[in-house]
């Protein structure tokens, strides 16, 4: 695993070699003529390839209301299966069609009940949910909500805030 900001990366398929491709793609792009993987990513990437092979991103701290990622694919065409997790149970997935390959996307995902993993999936057709799976990703934003009490506190001190100021005048 690879931890990172409160959040945890971890992948089943090939070893930590990005699918093959190597730090940065260097293994199925010509790095030093100026190609990448993706034109969406910026230097290394996160990615895996193999039978139902997915990438992982699991916050390390309070469940995540939401995450967005550049995501492609070890296929012509970006077709991305997510899942989303909270406590081990599954509380969200979906299917979504990105467009051509070596040019990626932005994926985001939010859920107010919240999640504590999300797992990545790329096949070679819109509709597998099964089979050979060859993900990537980069530049991961995620983003947790206030817990209501918190938000209460900080109203209150709002309120607090005005009343000394109306008083000092």
Not at 67 to 79: L, T
Not at 134 to 141: C, L, M, N, T
Request: net charge negative.
């Amino acid at each position: 695993p690879w931890n990172v900001g409160g959040l945890q990366f971890t992948h089943t398929g090939l070893a930590n070699d990005n699918g093959g491709c190597g730090y940065a793609g260097e293994n199925c792009v010509d790095v030093a003529a100026g190609q990448a993987y993706s034109e969406s990513f910026s230097g290394n990437y996160f990615a895996t390839a193999g039978t139902n092979a997915y990438l992982s991103i699991r916050s390390t701290g309070p469940a995540l209301h939401g995450i967005e990622f550049a995501v492609d694919s070890g296929y012509p065409s970006i077709y991305v299966m997510w899942q989303t997790f909270l406590g081990g149970a599954l509380t969200g997935s979906g299917r979504v069609s990105l467009g051509a390959s070596g040019i990626g996307d932005v994926l985001g995902l939010s859920d107010a009940a919240g999640f504590s993993e999300v797992r990545v999936f790329a096949f070679d057709s819109a509709s597998d949910t099964a089979g050979y799976s060859a993900p990537a990703i980069d530049s991961v934003r995620a983003f947790t909500v206030a817990e209501p009490a918190s938000l209460a506190l900080v109203a209150l001190a709002g309120v607090c805030a005005a009343g000394l100021r109306r008083r000092r005048r």
